[in-house]
């Protein structure tokens, strides 16, 4: 039943579009508000996710799909009136979901009934006609009002619609604009300021369509990554006749909504931990509360949906076989020994640094050095034949990659930390080749840097550096908290281990495991 109520709400929707859009002789079939009971009191409970990457399973029994759909069953079940939607990038994250390009993840939204979808930015990492595959698999809808393509029409829907007994609802999709620095979008497209396009919706869900409930749906982030920046805070505090914003980006964990202009924001965090669930009370047309909490999805409180986990259970197999797959042949040992990594230059290092900014700038991003903490790094790799679980074995952390902007003073500030750090620690840095500098460690083990160098240059105290690292790092861990200051952080949303998986299959084979004297040792301890 609910697919031919969802079937009629995309049949509607697509002729609504049709005569905004192409501008032909077609009745509005919005014209007619919804009849409403005076004084009745209607409810609308909003489920909400964002920011999935991949997270197809759980782990350590928390997230899951299979869980997920457990919970929304069990809402739909209590509840006349259900909306689910997503805010956006279920693309990009783990290999099992990166290895089918999302089919799993798409599947299982299917399943699960997902109303709307909007446009995420690491939607735009593969090339275009991904997407669109991935669009025509979805029985959900895709919305974005703010991306158009060379022909001015929008890449998807701007916004679903669906009636329910007493009130209409609208939900607009957003997508940041930050889409066209930290992702590759197709050339064709184009991305519209985030407030002037809401409003032009808000008020055209309102004044020609007869929406009673406006919702935006946005990939917009409540964290200013760079200045200018449309965040969802923005668009609330800028655009009049939002009921709702359900945002994503930022990775948000809230415990209550926040609250700009009247406007309440939510947010489900990541990878499907939480999701928001939020109930709208409508009186004669009107929204007049707002309840929401955020759930704890875990296997110990949702089972797995059986249904889901038959879904899934042929990619997870396919993708466990990938384990074993050779990635990368090596010419002798990547050396390990007693934890080599957290005393000076390895071959290990070397490679896992260098992997970063390779995977930076092969997706159009700048990148002047990359950074890994030793600690990271916690096995060798064999002579010979180097499976994908042998990397996975050397980088065993869910780390995930950043990019971080510095001023030079604080690069400089950084590698006098970097100096200062003793050797054995975890947190001794290895570098990308871009990077070069001398340690001198004193017979009292305390170190001070010298000879910095990025890019054969010293550190200009006046530009700024992109700086390629771990989210571990980027969140001030192992006493970075230099790299906190970033005034433009990135997250990638690619695992660590799966940037140098790609990577080593790019060398040419077998692969030595040499250093080049990027970091030099003067006195302290030798291993």
């Not at 760079?226 to 809230?254: C, F, P, R």
């Not at 510095?406 to 930390?417: M, P, Q, R, T, W």
């Not at 690619?494 to 790019?506: A, K, M």
Request: charged share 20%; proline share 4%; with cysteine.
């Amino acid at each position: 039943m609910r697919k031919n109520i969802f079937v009629k709400s995309v049949l509607l929707l697509a002729v609504a579009l049709t005569m905004v859009f192409v501008g032909c002789a077609t009745v509005n079939p919005y014209e007619e508000p919804v009849a409403y009971e005076a004084g009745k009191e209607y409810s609308l409970v909003v489920l909400h996710t964002n920011d999935h990457h991949g997270t197809v399973l759980a782990k350590d029994g928390v997230a899951g799909l299979a869980e997920r759909a457990t919970f929304v069953k069990g809402v739909r079940a209590e509840n006349e009136n259900v909306l689910v939607l997503d805010a956006g990038d279920i693309n990009t994250g783990s290999a099992l979901s990166n290895m089918f390009k999302a089919e799993p993840d798409i599947k299982a939204y299917n399943m699960i009934g997902y109303d709307a979808v909007t446009f995420g930015n690491h939607e735009f990492d593969g090339d275009l006609s991904v997407l669109k595959n991935q669009m025509k698999m979805s029985d959900f809808q895709w919305i974005s009002a703010n991306i158009v393509t060379g022909n001015g029409k929008p890449l998807a829907a701007p916004y679903y619609i669906k009636d329910f007994d007493g009130f209409r609802v609208g939900v607009i999709g957003l997508t940041t604009l930050r889409t066209e620095v930290i992702a590759s979008p197709d050339a064709s497209l184009t991305f519209l300021d985030e407030v002037e396009t809401a409003q032009k919706y808000v008020d055209m869900l309102r004044n020609d369509f007869n929406v009673n409930v406006v919702i935006v749906l946005g990939h917009l982030g409540s964290v200013e990554e760079a200045e200018g920046q449309n965040t969802s805070l923005a668009v609330a505090e800028n655009v009049e006749g939002i009921d709702l914003i359900i945002d994503g980006h930022s990775h948000t964990k809230m415990d209550a909504p926040l609250v700009v202009n009247g406007t309440p924001i939510v947010s489900a965090n990541e990878w499907g931990k939480i999701m928001g669930e939020g109930t709208l009370t409508i009186v004669d047309g009107a929204v007049t509360g707002f309840d929401w909490t955020p759930v704890e999805i875990t296997t110990e409180k949702y089972a797995p949906d059986v249904e889901i986990e038959a879904l899934l259970a042929p990619y997870v197999e396919k993708a466990n076989e990938t384990l074993k797959d050779v990635v990368m042949v090596t010419g002798a040992e990547f050396e390990f020994g007693d934890r080599l990594s957290r005393y000076k230059e390895i071959a290990l290092g070397d490679l896992t640094s260098d992997a970063q900014v390779w995977y930076v700038r092969q997706n159009g991003l700048q990148a002047d050095f990359a950074l890994t903490n030793g600690g990271n790094i916690r096995a060798p790799l064999p002579a010979g034949d180097v499976t994908r679980e042998n990397i996975m074995t050397v980088l065993p952390f869910e780390n995930y990659l950043y990019v971080v902007t510095l001023s030079g003073a604080d690069v400089i500030e950084l590698f006098n930390f970097i100096g200062s750090i003793p050797q054995g620690a975890g947190a001794f840095a290895q570098v990308s080749k871009e990077a070069r500098y001398t340690i001198t460690y004193g017979a009292d083990g305390t170190g001070t840097i010298s000879d910095v160098t990025i890019n054969g240059e010293p550190i200009d105290p006046n530009r700024t550096y992109k700086i390629v690292t771990n989210d571990y790092l980027a969140g001030g861990g192992d006493g970075y908290e230099v790299l906190t200051r970033s005034t433009d952080t990135f997250n990638t949303s690619r695992l660590l281990s799966d940037v140098v998986i790609d990577y080593v299959q790019t060398l040419p084979q077998p692969v030595m495991p040499e250093v080049d004297g990027r970091i030099t040792i003067v006195g302290g301890v030798s291993k």
